[in-house]
């Protein structure tokens, strides 16, 4: 292996001197492979010099012995620094968790200090992001923050503790692994665009924008705009022609570097159809035929080898290296604040403090803007986090509401209300004390928020639920002529949501709970795009009730008087029915087996959620794939049902309020478990057949890999049968033992209270 290792020197675009390129055979690339691409400057423009140093990096990749991050002090001995540390930093493994590090700088204050932590949840659209503005009091023009948009905007955590004192943020960034990732998707979707024979303007949109949408290049390296898409979108305007020019906008990009950002674009569009061409011809000559004229599943064949093909070219790691340099040369630009790096280079976190609201905020946009004319400087793609603490508090009172308010990813829109839940949501449920769905007014209840609350419900936490309706001044109708009369048409989907979940998750005795209780916690809001003062004076008292209820979350609830009491033989049947919950729709998602509504999945997107868990990224997710989360959905749910009828109660029959505040509090317990259980089988200890099943290529690998996905589910997601396998007992005994002692837990804290 070693001597497939070897490294070269090579100029770059943004780069004055000499840059070193290599294959690391410590480090795996995203396809979880060892031999990551790297390319790290020499620091030096002599071209004799550069030689030499490529020959000491020669000598490390050739010679194993060297392969060891215990073996750096010895290196530094014998070969130059900048060869040293392209080598040995970032080999050890382990990533600072973002939200750790954020904790370091900014700690978030919790019930104990008087704060309640709030989490935002809602479909991609209904407005939580701009409510949040109407909560820390952020001008819709003149602030701009947090940023808001009809397509996916908020792509990275957002903390913001209402606190007095200076303004401080903290922010995190994604790591040079996962940005080069998703570079590299991005550059190969632009690829098959060409090959495919797409327009330019085609092929840029492939390369600007992650099919996900979480991911923009377009934000960092500007936007790719011809004539032709500008005379369509005159066509479609209403806008009469300006007499005079705006003002000129002090943050915007200036003319001349918009037009730089664009004609790199349009170089990397002539680089990308260069390579397409190439890497074509070269599977065509491999297979002895044109595979441009391929059509049908030999066509689906031919793309899989040309997108593999792809990633082995030097051409494609050019590009890709090109544009990780362009991007990580954005940071440059900061004039505020201070950024850390880390050991290679790669930026990891920045922090600001001032007493300066304007200055502030407009400081922190850089990181959480999506406003166009600032693309082609905007750090929003690469960040993972952002916490920030001030005197953020709303106009409309006087009061300031001691609170925490964390804003994530949409939800997306789905037409099954059993769809999952992302973890990245799901599993600070127990970290907040309301968990607030924003939901459209306008079409209140979809399947999307239905599975947040199904979620709430069956995780422990239906009693932080609340629900606050966006959109309520657009709900009209000539049966709905006063403000009572509308809330009753939007409570009535309330109901009747909640009454299909019930009848889905077997009569819940906590769905029961929640119809009794939810009226209270439905809040009506409606012209959230004007300003909190401009509001009608309901929909102000709408969000002083709204901060009201916030500040009554963080009563402690009573503690329980009883502890249930169970005969666990149920608890099989529960985990087989979850079991063969997971497993039914993800047969039909792999085209093995029909099941219900679900239908197969595109091979490609398939093979995109391969990627991400083979390479390790931070989620192992993909769009609305998501095994991990289904997982940790279906175990909750049954064993939430199991929960629900347990055989007695001791000392003393409880009240129904009562007994679901008790198994709330064992459902809490097992759910947390139940994420962990769900990343460990399905990706950690499954990681190498993940990677097997990616390297599958070519014709019938598209059912290959289905088959080799059904495998890992079947080994880590065993059905409990009359059988009983090895593997099944030891995940129904894994099980048990999480349930078992989320039980006996609960029973310890009731007869302390007794």
């Not at 040079?176 to 590299?184: F, G, S, T």
């Not at 495998?711 to 593997?727: G, K």
Request: overall charge negative; hydrophobic content about 40%.
């Amino acid at each position: 292996m070693a001597s497939t290792y070897s490294a070269s020197r090579t100029r770059t675009q943004n780069r004055p001197g000499w840059v070193l390129t290599f294959r690391h055979p410590l480090r795996p690339d995203s396809r979880g492979r060892p031999g990551l691409k790297m390319r790290r400057g020499l620091g030096t423009t002599d071209p004799t010099e550069a030689d030499q140093l490529v020959e000491q990096m020669n000598t490390l990749l050739g010679d194993p012995s060297w392969w060891n991050a215990t073996r750096r002090v010895d290196a530094e001995r014998h070969f130059a620094p900048a060869v040293v540390a392209a080598f040995f930093d970032d080999i050890q493994a382990g990533r600072a968790d973002p939200w750790a590090v954020r904790e370091q700088h900014i700690p978030l204050p919790d019930r104990d200090d008087g704060f309640t932590r709030v989490l935002f949840v809602g479909t991609t659209g209904a407005g939580k992001t701009t409510l949040l503005r109407h909560l820390i009091g952020s001008d819709h023009e003149r602030d701009r923050f947090p940023s808001t948009s009809t397509a996916k905007t908020t792509v990275s955590d957002i903390e913001i503790v209402l606190a007095d004192g200076d303004f401080e943020a903290v922010v995190t960034f994604s790591s040079e692994h996962e940005v080069q990732a998703n570079i590299e998707d991005c550059v190969a979707e632009a690829c098959v665009a060409a090959f495919e024979g797409k327009k330019d303007a085609d092929v840029a949109d492939r390369l600007l924008n992650h099919k996900d949408q979480r991911f923009r290049l377009s934000y960092a390296l500007g936007s790719f705009v011809d004539e032709a898409s500008k005379a369509v979108d005159d066509d479609f305007s209403f806008d009469e022609p300006e007499e005079t020019a705006p003002a000129e906008d002090e943050d915007a990009v200036p003319t001349d570097e918009r037009e730089k950002n664009a004609q790199r674009l349009r170089d990397y569009i002539k680089r990308v159809r260069d390579l397409q061409a190439s890497v074509e011809k070269k599977v065509s000559d491999d297979l002895g035929e044109d595979i441009s004229k391929l059509v049908g599943p030999d066509r689906d064949a031919a793309q899989d080898l040309f997108e593999s093909a792809l990633g082995d070219d030097e051409g494609f790691g050019s590009i890709v290296h090109d544009i990780l340099d362009e991007v990580r040369s954005r940071f440059d630009l900061l004039s505020e604040g201070h950024l850390v790096c880390n050991r290679s280079g790669w930026p990891e976190l920045w922090t600001m403090t001032s007493d300066n609201r304007d200055e502030f905020i407009r400081a922190v946009r850089w990181f959480a803007s999506n406003y166009a004319p600032q693309f082609g400087r905007l750090l929003t793609p690469l960040v993972d986090g952002i916490r920030v603490q001030g005197p953020l508090f709303p106009t409309f009172t006087e009061t300031k509401p001691k609170l925490v308010l964390l804003d994530g990813q949409g939800l997306g829109h789905t037409p099954d209300s059993s769809a999952s839940v992302t973890t990245q949501i799901t599993k600070r449920f127990t970290d907040v004390d309301v968990v607030l769905l924003v939901d459209n007014a306008q079409q209140p209840m979809q399947a999307a928020p239905l599975s947040v609350i199904r979620a709430v419900a069956t995780s422990g936490h239906q009693r932080k639920l609340a629900i606050a309706f966006s959109h309520f001044d657009s709900v009209k109708g000539a049966n709905l002529p006063d403000f009572q009369s509308r809330r009753a048409h939007v409570m009535a989907s309330v109901t009747n949501g909640l009454t299909s979940l019930r009848d889905a998750l077997g009569g819940s005795s906590t769905v029961r709970m929640m119809e009794q209780t939810i009226e209270d916690r439905c809040f009506m809001l409606g012209g959230l795009d004007r300003r909190s003062k401009e509001l009608p004076r309901g929909f102000q008292g709408e969000l002083i009730r709204l901060l009201q209820h916030f500040v009554r979350a963080i009563e402690p609830p009573p503690q329980p008087v009883a502890h249930p009491v169970y005969h666990f033989d149920g608890l099989p049947l529960a985990i087989q029915a979850a079991a063969r919950s997971f497993q039914g729709p993800w047969l039909a998602r792999l085209g093995l087996a029909p099941h219900g509504t679900t239908s197969k999945e595109h091979w490609t997107r398939i093979k995109a959620l391969n990627r991400r868990i083979a390479g390790e990224m931070s989620n192992n997710e993909y769009d609305n794939l998501r095994p991990v989360a289904d997982l940790v959905a279906r175990l909750t749910e049954e064993v939430s049902r199991f929960l629900s009828s347990p055989a007695s109660w001791a000392p003393t029959t409880p009240t129904e309020a009562e007994a679901e505040a008790a198994l709330d509090l064992i459902r809490e317990a097992v759910n947390i478990k139940f994420h962990s259980l769900a990343a460990r089988r399905l990706a950690q200890e499954q990681l190498e057949v993940w990677r097997d099943a990616f390297e599958l290529k070519g014709k019938g690998s598209t059912f290959e890999r289905a088959q080799v996905i059904r495998d890992i589910y079947e080994e880590a997601v065993p059905v409990p049968n009359a059988v009983m396998t090895e593997v099944s007992k030891a995940f129904l005994d894994e099980i048990r033992q999480i349930v078992g002692d989320a039980v006996k837990q609960q029973e310890e804290v009731g007869r302390a209270a007794a």
